[in-house]
Each structure stands twice: as C-alpha cells, then as structure tokens.
C-alpha cells in the first residue's frame, strides 16, 4: 500500500486514506478497546509520547516487565527520535516521507473542509468518546 500511496499527492493521499482505509481502522479500534484484556494491554497516544517520550516509553517498558534503567531508556528514545530517523527537526516537512513532520496536530494544516466532513462522518464518534474531541463540533 505504500508504494501505491507513494503516487497520490498528499491531498489525493488523505482521500484514499479516508475512502479505502479509516472505517476498517475504526472499527478494528473499537474492537479491540471493546475487547482487551485490561492487565495483558495498554494503551498510548503520540501526544504523550510527543510530551513525555522518557515517562511514556518508562511507563510502556514496565508495562511489558522491561527492567531498563532511565539511561537505557534514554538511549532507546534518542535513537528513534524523530531527528534520528527521518534526519530533520521536527516542524521540518517532507512531503514525500511517510513521518511529514513530527508535529501534533499537523491534521489541522492539511485537511481540507471536506476531509474533516469525511472523518467526522467515519472516525467522528470514536475520537468523542477517545477524548481527541470534546463533541462533533471540532474542525477546522
């Protein structure tokens, strides 16, 4: 898929994504939140790990009985920075790369009114009841 992706300019992209991909997305979420096991899953967003990748990846690794001490976690979130894997701060976009910017929030600077009617209608209800959105007002 993504070397097909590749050929679609971004807003052709996020068209494709939102036709062919984000309601099978939505309810394989809903699935599996539905149905996981409390103490055998977790649960993360990037806007926490975007906020606090040493907790967050701390918190994730004890999750997984993990005995890292704070500098081998660290080590491991530097490693897989956004810098370090895509050679560009974040903010910097690449239109071409699958991680544009490394950005949270980025949404709101590429998506049109449509895309936002389309999510709304797909993902709307599911990003309610994540707390991504306080009610089916949000947009642009």
Request: charge should be negative; hydrophobic fraction near 35%; proline fraction near 3%.
């Given at each position: 898929?993504?070397?097909?992706?590749?050929?679609?300019?971004?807003?052709?992209?996020?068209?494709?994504?939102?036709?062919?991909?984000?309601?099978?997305?939505?309810?394989?979420?809903?699935?599996?939140?539905?149905?996981?096991?409390p103490?055998?899953?977790?649960?993360?967003?990037?806007?926490?790990?975007?906020?606090?990748?040493?907790?967050?990846?701390?918190?994730?690794?004890?999750?997984?009985?993990l005995?890292?001490?704070?500098?081998?976690?660290?080590?491991?979130?530097?490693?897989?920075?956004?810098?370090?894997?895509?050679?560009?701060?974040?903010?910097?976009?690449?239109?071409?790369?699958?991680?544009?910017?490394?950005?949270?929030?980025?949404?709101?600077?590429?998506?049109?009114?449509?895309?936002?009617?389309a999510?709304?209608?797909?993902?709307?209800?599911?990003?309610?009841?994540?707390?991504?959105?306080?009610?089916?007002?949000?947009?642009?």
């Amino acid at each position: 898929l993504h070397s097909q992706l590749r050929s679609l300019n971004l807003e052709e992209g996020i068209d494709y994504y939102i036709e062919h991909i984000l309601d099978y997305e939505v309810r394989w979420i809903r699935d599996w939140r539905n149905h996981r096991h409390p103490e055998l899953s977790t649960e993360t967003r990037y806007e926490t790990l975007r906020g606090g990748p040493l907790s967050e990846f701390g918190r994730l690794a004890g999750f997984f009985g993990l005995d890292l001490t704070d500098a081998q976690i660290a080590q491991i979130v530097d490693e897989n920075s956004f810098q370090k894997r895509t050679q560009r701060r974040p903010g910097t976009e690449d239109r071409g790369a699958h991680a544009r910017k490394g950005v949270v929030g980025d949404w709101r600077n590429v998506f049109l009114p449509r895309h936002v009617d389309a999510f709304k209608r797909s993902a709307g209800e599911l990003l309610i009841e994540l707390g991504y959105e306080k009610d089916g007002r949000w947009g642009l």
